[in-house]
């Protein structure tokens, strides 16, 4: 459907219900009289819209005619079956909107984007396809130009198929259709899915489109409007910003100036001041990398388990190197910075050193990596890490556990278990006493590298934990999750500090720089994020209160609505919802009681203090009952349960303490007895003597209260019911005195009064289809 609404009283005046499934663009055109809309199917709706100033003269159409030597427009644009009437409700006062036709796109899918240019001459669409649609919109000038070859062409037409007799009195017809005004120009076709466009028309005639594609890339055509068969011309792209593909890797060099990126396709590098691509490499889908000590070279594992080592001064592949015959999952470049270890899905470990040989181009050696042991073991290697002192060497596997062994021999040493789910990351601290593990289980585990023993296990994330790292000289350890957040622990005291959002999917790695200022992070949104760290203090307390609160209102948000005792979730009347406003309604309820309370206790103690000393002592007045009109505490309650919205009302007396509740009913016997809002207070009494029922009833002090409630409450009921009674009868005289004095209904039945302006209507319709 689509829906007119008015800003100014905030309610739809206005449904249209002429498509048949979900409506996924609307554009307006022709000076805002013309509605464009795109459905799920192949075509484009057109919607002729006439506002306020024009009803009174689409009252009485009058039927346009072409013949003889004066040809004229006559629009014949039949209504879609089914809906010749959809429209036709009391709220053409405002506007009007019947259908004028459709456009067949050549697209099967649904309509993604639909868009015109500023001039309004241009629309244009597309599906989820790599086409778009052009069409221009013609004026009325071209219009009737048109208009006139198709009368010409239909008055030869005429004369061919008439006889020599009727020529004098030939009469001719030419119906305008959508397609007279609306007219297919071509279609252009780009080089990826679109996932949005914008157009410029010149008024030379020239029409520049700009793409955005599902592939990260931004393109430009132009098309030529005066050109006989328009031929859309690619002018330009933007290749070398960001990524194709998901970002799978990121490593900081040791100056912490340059960021390295790797993806499906391409390894960039970064310069982290200016944030600015300074380096493009094709590459292979690159899973992990590092740089090389020094800064010049770079190391890339793929997916297919090869090595790629990289020049950066030049761009160029130095070697590709056959490693693992499965993806190369992790590398871990050694302490002594002379060479790293691989892991694949081979099931095997592999060392590797760095050496220099000389190049084949030219006389200088160039740098190389060569292969000196292996481990083989059972399941396939997730990750892998080196102590700092480069004695011990973690290993992640596929069986959920992580093994320990020695650098020098390979002998085994340790085996942490205790994963539901694979070990997907993990981090030794920098003086090589802790460990912390990230599982897809969402849950980070720390142990001792000493005797292997768990030493906590925190649920991290709401989803998998993709990666972890700690800064560097401290226990202090990021996590990334495919929860969208990145999260800092500290290892030692076990406690989330902080989390950093920002991303909108999944993050998929992140990397710390060797100084531990900044943390650069890549995601499923196509995005590198680069996070800072301050010098201002962060306060945890603060921060676990903020959590705790947004927790909170989450889960208000999500909780289920409570039952009444003694009743079931189907009967349930309350059309409300428990949310942060109808909890501080109640909050305010209790607040204004304890007012009461105490303003209740300080009175009666002046009262006592005035009489032991014989004369009258001024009582300092409450800066709040003082705030609304110097008012009584009773009062003042009262005006806070007028404050409440009608719609949170029951909610909020549903989560308020019963230990209020003897006193608000005593007050609400006060408030009867002087005869003030009757309804909000019974509404009010009704509802808590529901809820509270047996803890009313079973209440020995509240027994007189429920008398006097009684009383008072039958009472002023039916005092209110007289005086509406009476009001309506009353009113009820008034109509018949109008009625007879101006002889006509002064109070009519709209529905009467529509089923009759319908009638009318069709009944006009038919005499004009007679006489045309």
């Known amino acids: 459907m689509v829906k007119w609404w008015d800003l100014d009283t905030q309610h739809c005046f206005k449904t249209m219900v002429g498509h048949r499934t979900e409506v996924w663009g609307l554009v307006l055109v022709s000076e805002d009289k013309r509605l464009i809309t795109g459905a799920s199917d192949s075509e484009l709706r057109a919607w002729d819209i006439a506002y306020l100033q024009e009803v009174e003269d689409l009252e009485e159409p009058e039927p346009k005619k072409s013949k003889g030597s004066s040809p004229g427009i006559q629009d014949t644009h039949e209504p879609e079956d089914g809906n010749p009437e959809t429209d036709e409700t009391p709220e053409d006062r405002i506007l009007t909107c019947r259908k004028a036709g459709s456009i067949m796109r050549e697209g099967r899918d649904r309509v993604v984007n639909l868009a015109v240019d500023r001039t309004g001459r241009i629309?244009?669409?597309?599906?989820?396809?790599?086409?778009?649609?052009?069409?221009?919109?013609?004026?009325k000038g071209e219009i009737q130009k048109k208009m006139d070859?198709?009368?010409?062409?239909?008055?030869?037409?005429?004369?061919?198929?008439?006889?020599k007799g009727e020529e004098e009195d030939l009469e001719v017809n030419v119906e305008m259709t959508l397609q007279?005004?609306?007219?297919?120009?071509?279609?252009?076709?780009?080089?990826?899915?679109?996932?949005?466009?914008?157009?410029?028309h010149s008024p030379q005639g020239e029409l520049k489109a700009v793409f955005l594609l599902q592939n990260n890339l931004v393109e430009s055509y132009s098309?030529?409007?005066?050109?006989?068969?328009?031929?859309?011309?690619?002018?330009?792209?933007?290749?070398?910003?960001?990524?194709?593909?998901?970002?799978?890797?990121l490593s900081f060099s040791s100056d912490n100036i340059a960021v390295l990126s790797a993806a499906a396709d391409s390894v960039k590098i970064w310069n982290r001041a200016t944030l600015q691509c300074i380096r493009t490499m094709t590459c292979e889908y690159a899973l992990c990398s590092f740089f090389v000590p020094g800064d010049r070279q770079v190391v890339i594992g793929t997916k297919t388990g090869k090595l790629q080592?990289?020049?950066?001064?030049?761009?160029?592949?130095?070697?590709?190197?056959?490693?693992?015959?499965?993806?190369?999952?992790?590398?871990?470049?050694?302490?002594?910075?002379r060479g790293f270890v691989t892991g694949g899905a081979d099931k095997s470990v592999k060392f590797w050193d760095f050496e220099l040989v000389k190049d084949e181009n030219s006389t200088q050696k160039r740098l190389s990596v060569k292969q000196t042991r292996t481990l083989q073991l059972d399941e396939d290697v997730l990750c892998v890490s080196y102590s700092p002192s480069q004695k011990l060497l973690a290993v992640s596997l596929l069986d959920c556990t992580v093994k320990i062994f020695y650098v020098d021999t390979l002998k085994f040493f340790l085996s942490l278990y205790g994963h539901k789910l694979p070990v997907i990351c993990m981090d030794i601290s920098y003086?090589?006493?802790?460990?912390?593990?990230?599982?897809?289980?969402?849950?980070?585990?720390?142990?001792?590298?000493?005797?292997?023993?768990?030493?906590?296990?925190?649920?991290?994330?709401?989803?998998?934990?993709?990666?972890?790292?700690?800064?560097?000289?401290?226990?202090?350890?990021f996590t990334a999750g495919k929860d969208h957040k990145i999260k800092q622990w500290d290892a030692d005291k076990f406690e989330h500090i902080q989390t950093l959002e920002g991303h909108h999917q999944e993050i998929w790695c992140l990397a710390i720089s060797p100084s531990g200022d900044y943390v650069v992070s890549s995601s499923h949104d196509k995005s590198l994020r680069l996070w800072e760290r301050t010098r201002e203090p962060l306060i945890l307390e603060e921060e676990r209160e903020m959590q705790r609160e947004a927790e909170y209102e989450e889960s208000v948000a999500k909780e289920d609505q409570p039952v009444v005792p003694g009743e079931t979730q189907g009967d349930n009347y309350f059309t409300g919802k428990k949310t942060i406003e109808t909890v501080k309604a109640a909050e305010r309820i209790m607040e204004a009681v304890e007012l009461y309370r105490e303003e209740t206790a300080k009175r009666k103690e002046h009262k006592a203090i005035c009489k032991a000393a014989g004369k009258e002592v001024p009582l300092p007045i409450n800066p709040i009952l003082m705030a609304y009109g110097n008012i009584s505490p009773s009062a003042y309650v009262l005006e806070i349960f007028k404050g409440i919205k009608s719609s949170e009302l029951e909610e909020s007396l549903l989560v308020l303490p019963f230990s209020y509740v003897?006193?608000?009913?005593?007050?609400?016997?006060?408030f009867i007895q002087l005869g003030s809002d009757i309804e909000l207070l019974c509404r009010c009494l009704f509802f808590l003597l529901r809820i509270h029922f047996g803890q009313i009833t079973s209440n020995q002090m509240l027994v007189p209260v429920i008398e006097k409630l009684k009383e008072t409450t039958i009472s002023k009921v039916s005092q209110v019911r007289d005086v509406i009674g009476f009001n309506m009868a009353g009113l009820e005289y008034l109509k018949r005195e109008c009625e007879a004095k101006s002889e006509v209904m002064f109070f009519a039945d709209a529905t009467s009064q529509l089923e009759e302006k319908k009638r009318k209507r069709k009944k006009r319709e038919k005499l004009i289809l007679t006489y045309t």
């Not at 070859?149 to 006889?163: D, E, F, I, Q, Y």
């Not at 252009?188 to 410029?200: G, M, N, P």
């Not at 599982?439 to 001792?448: C, F, L």
Request: proline residues 3%.
């Open 431 to 477: 003086d090589g006493a802790l460990i912390a593990t990230g599982s897809a289980d969402r849950n980070v585990k720390i142990w001792g590298l000493d005797f292997g023993d768990c030493h906590k296990s925190l649920f991290a994330h709401d989803d998998s934990v993709m990666y972890l790292q700690f800064v560097p000289k401290s226990h202090l350890f």
């Open 662 to 670: 003897p006193d608000i009913l005593k007050l609400f016997n006060e």
């Open 223 to 249: 098309l030529h409007l005066s050109a006989t068969a328009p031929q859309p011309v690619r002018t330009s792209r933007i290749t070398i910003g960001g990524h194709r593909s998901d970002v799978r890797t």
């Open 149 to 163: 070859k198709k009368m010409k062409k239909a008055r030869k037409k005429a004369k061919l198929n008439s006889s």
């Open 309 to 337: 080592l990289y020049d950066l001064a030049s761009g160029n592949l130095l070697e590709t190197i056959d490693a693992h015959d499965g993806a190369l999952w992790s590398l871990s470049l050694s302490p002594d910075q």
């Open 180 to 200: 007279d005004e609306i007219q297919r120009v071509t279609n252009i076709k780009t080089s990826a899915k679109i996932k949005s466009f914008d157009l410029i």
């Open 123 to 139: 629309l244009a669409c597309h599906g989820t396809d790599s086409v778009l649609e052009v069409f221009c919109i013609l004026s």
